[in-house]
């Protein structure tokens, strides 16, 4: 009697994938990468994708979300560029979640209208449980504050533009 040979085990552990997603929720980040001999995993937020590589082999992609259909698709509405006031964008410095103000009860560091001076703190960067401040390119008026309290920021993002 001939044996069927088995299929080798799926090497891909769908809890490591999870505690990805997890930390990739935890900290605001959009995309992780870890590598393990032949082993590849990507895990990233924006798109929800997910994909897998085994060395040289096949790459697997997420399916389809949706079949095309018979009907014409009605054309898609092009969002208006935001609109920029003039002046020096000062950039995200790194990858993190900026806040405002030092405290969540405090002030916010600038306002929209402030006159700041060269290396004034505008705001602060949260990376890695550290604090770190972001401080004005020049001296000038705030002319426009392009980020919330609180939201994930990725390196070079404008933040805030000074006239």
Known sequence: MATTPKAPAD???SRLVRKLADILTDTGLTE????????????????AT???????????????????????????????PAVR????????????????????DAAPFVRVGDTV???QTLMIIEAMKTMNPVPATKAGKVVEILVADAQPVEFGEPLVIIE
Do not use: C, F, N
Request: glycine share 8%; proline share 18%; hydrophobic share 40%.
């Open 32 to 47: 992780i990468e870890v590598e393990h001999g032949a082993l590849k995993i990507r895990v990233v937020r924006a798109p």
């Open 85 to 104: 006031a003039a002046g020096d964008q000062v950039k995200s410095p790194m990858v993190g979640t900026v806040y405002l103000q030092p405290q969540p």
């Open 11 to 13: 090497p891909i552990d």
């Open 50 to 80: 997910v994909t897998y590589a085994q060395g040289p082999g096949p790459a697997y992609a997420p399916a389809p979300l949706a079949h095309p259909s018979s009907a014409p698709a009605a054309p898609a509405e092009t969002p208006a």
């Open 117 to 119: 001076s060269a290396g």
